[in-house]
T-cell receptor
């Protein structure tokens, strides 16, 4: 089925460890983004990309790194995990100029716990 | 920067009754999109309804409708004939229409409880 595939669904890390959250979409969407969801804070934008080779920072980028080598993939890297990065992470994609009309597609989320 | 405010952290409604969730936003743009997303306990983000700012007619999707007041920058969601399956977190979101700003900005959410 077409959509956004996000892996893993759950992860526990130790402080200082690094890891990569994977996100792939098969809808040829130009725009891809990563959000984190914390209780009482809504969804906050971490990083986003408007096309292959183009990335930019969102509202809460510190401690995270992204790259976009293909249209389909947009991995999120945690460089040195901290307990403050315990959260639920969502990947979302959309068409660029048509994103407002056609909406955004979300992955199923990753619940990350840093101990 | 655009901001989206949901002033009701929690709401409750009796089954079969009507409930309205509030959302206000701040923008200097004249053309934009507004969305309501539902997040049930499964964590999946589900698009409920979408409104284009240049359209004066309020959007409707079955039991879900919006009251879009552009001058007041208000975008409330009305759920009619509430069902147990409507219990979820609801997020209001904003996105500009033109240019290359495709970012989706969310409010902090309203947790809706439906009582049988």
């Amino acid at each position: 089925n077409a959509g956004v595939t996000q892996t893993p669904k759950f992860q526990v890390l130790k402080t200082g460890q690094s890891m990569t959250l994977q996100c792939a979409q098969d809808m040829n969407h130009e725009y891809m983004s990563w959000y984190r969801q914390d209780p009482g804070m809504g969804l906050r934008l971490i990083h986003y990309s408007v096309g292959a080779g183009i990335t930019d920072q969102g509202e809460v980028p510190n401690g995270y790194n992204v790259s976009r080598s293909t249209t389909e993939d947009f991995p999120l890297r945690l460089l040195s995990a901290a307990p403050s990065q315990t959260s639920v992470y969502f990947c979302a994609s959309s068409y660029g100029t048509g994103g407002g009309r056609y909406g955004y597609t979300f992955g199923s989320g990753t619940r990350l716990t840093v101990v | 920067a655009q901001t989206v405010t949901q002033s009701q952290p929690e709401m409750s409604v009796q089954e079969a009754e009507t409930v309205t969730l509030s959302c206000t936003y701040d923008t200097s743009e004249s053309d934009y999109y507004l969305f309501w997303y539902k997040q049930p306990p499964s964590r999946q983000m589900i698009l409920v309804i979408r409104q284009e700012a240049y359209k004066q007619q309020n959007a409707t999707e079955n039991r879900f409708s919006v009251n879009f007041q552009k001058a007041a920058k208000s975008f409330s969601l009305k759920i009619s004939d509430s069902q147990l399956g409507d219990a979820a977190m609801y997020f209001c979101a904003y996105r500009e229409s033109g240019g290359s700003n495709y970012k989706l900005t969310f409010g902090k959410g309203t947790l809706l409880t439906v009582n049988p």
